[in-house]
């Protein structure tokens, strides 16, 4: 057990204190230092079960969500606490502040968060230069979007100057097109939208493949609340570009789980336990209908190693958490990686 991993259950109560922005903040250079001091490390002790997913070698089946390290500041830390692969990010081509503070909430009472952030981030090419100096061999995504103020008839380029920007450092890129807190970026979720966005992606990888000798998968990122038809219409698309993998699910702007908390209408995405059911349903469907060869990474709601465990179950060959870690602490990622080494 890692001192941290000891120590969470004494300091989460002072860090649920603060305000939540604030206490990621300090968790996360905490964390660096720790990481530094070689306090992390002990890990390893845990059960790793290696993944072959995208002709890709993961050295287990955990990732850590994006938006949890943004700005790619701690990616070796995650990986000597244990997590198989970091997805970084949301990256945008140029810096952008993100939305007026306060705009990360925690609602203890429901295992959950809710956040407006509006990718607040370093810009692709900030992310690039720490990506370039990391040490694990972890297993790197970077996920990419498009800066606020980029209409969406002109998003395209964002993601191919992001894509571009990218390939040499990424072990893999997510596109981002299912953040509520981008306005209109959901629209880029409608067929002929992600058709002509995904067929420009795809166009440009398959040159950068020879440019850089090596092939990097693009994986699309999806939100919760999408209705059959439009799971339909994406799974189409998704199987006619041979997509390489798609990930399911974001937060969700429903708050049915949530109805009477008081932070219940504050406007965002909601993460942790109340999506868990929604992003199960989505993954599910994407499962049936998704060629055999495309495999699902599966986050939405892991609050435990059963958690995890059942979305393999419905068909993640990889899963990934946030709000779980949040509530959970450190001791999470021990145990999924023990009910994940079992599943599959
Ligand atoms: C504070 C916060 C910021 C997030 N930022 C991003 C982001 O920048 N890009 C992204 O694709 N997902 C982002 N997410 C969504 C998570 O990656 C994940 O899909 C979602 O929270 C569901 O997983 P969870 O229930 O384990 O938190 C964010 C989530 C939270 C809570």
């Known amino acids: 057990m890692t001192l941290l991993e000891k ?32 306090l992390l490390q002990s890990v390893v002790s845990a059960p790793q079960k290696p993944r072959n997913v995208m002709g890709l070698t993961f050295p287990n089946a955990l990732g850590l969500a994006a938006g949890m390290d943004k ?51 370093p810009g692709i090419h900030a992310a690039v230069k720490k990506l370039k100096r990391r040490r694990t061999k972890a297993v790197v995504g970077v996920n990419i979007g498009k800066n606020f103020d980029t209409p969406n008839e002109k998003a395209v380029d964002d993601y191919l100057h992001c894509l ?52 990097v998968p693009l994986l699309v990122k999806i939100a919760p609340d999408l209705n059959d038809m439009q799971i339909e219409a994406l799974a189409r698309v998704f199987n006619e570009q041979n997509i390489d993998g798609v990930i ?52 939405g709601g892991i609050l435990n190693g059963a958690d995890a465990a059942e979305k393999m179950k419905l068909g993640a060959a990889l899963v990934q958490v946030y709000s779980g870690l949040v509530y959970r602490g450190p001791g999470l990622v021990r145990e999924v990686l023990a009910a994940t080494a079992q599943a599959g």
């Open 7 to 38: 120590f969470y259950p004494t300091l989460k109560p002072w860090l649920f204190r603060l305000d939540a922005e604030r206490a990621h903040t300090l968790t996360v250079k905490m964390m660096v230092i720790a990481h530094r001091v070689g």
């Open 71 to 121: 700005s790619a500041s701690a990616v070796d830390a995650w990986s000597a606490l244990g997590f198989g692969f970091v997805e970084v990010g949301t990256l945008t081509p140029r810096p952008q502040p993100g939305n007026p503070k306060p705009r990360l909430f925690r609602l203890p009472e429901n295992e959950a968060l809710i956040n407006r952030m509006g990718f607040n981030n």
């Open 164 to 215: 571009k920007a990218a390939y040499s450092v990424a072990d893999y890129i997510a596109v981002n097109i299912s953040s509520p807190n981008t306005k209109g970026l959901r629209d880029l979720q409608a067929e002929s939208a992600v058709r002509e966005l995904i067929f420009a992606l795809k166009k440009e990888q398959a040159s950068l493949q020879k440019e850089h000798g090596k092939t």
């Open 248 to 299: 399911a699910t974001n937060t969700t702007i429903d708050r049915e789980a949530v109805t009477g908390h008081r932070l219940a209408n504050e406007t965002g995405g909601l993460s942790g336990a109340p999506v868990r059911e929604r992003s199960n349903l989505v993954l599910q469907a994407f499962r049936m209908l998704l060629k055999e060869q495309i495999p699902l990474i599966g986050v």
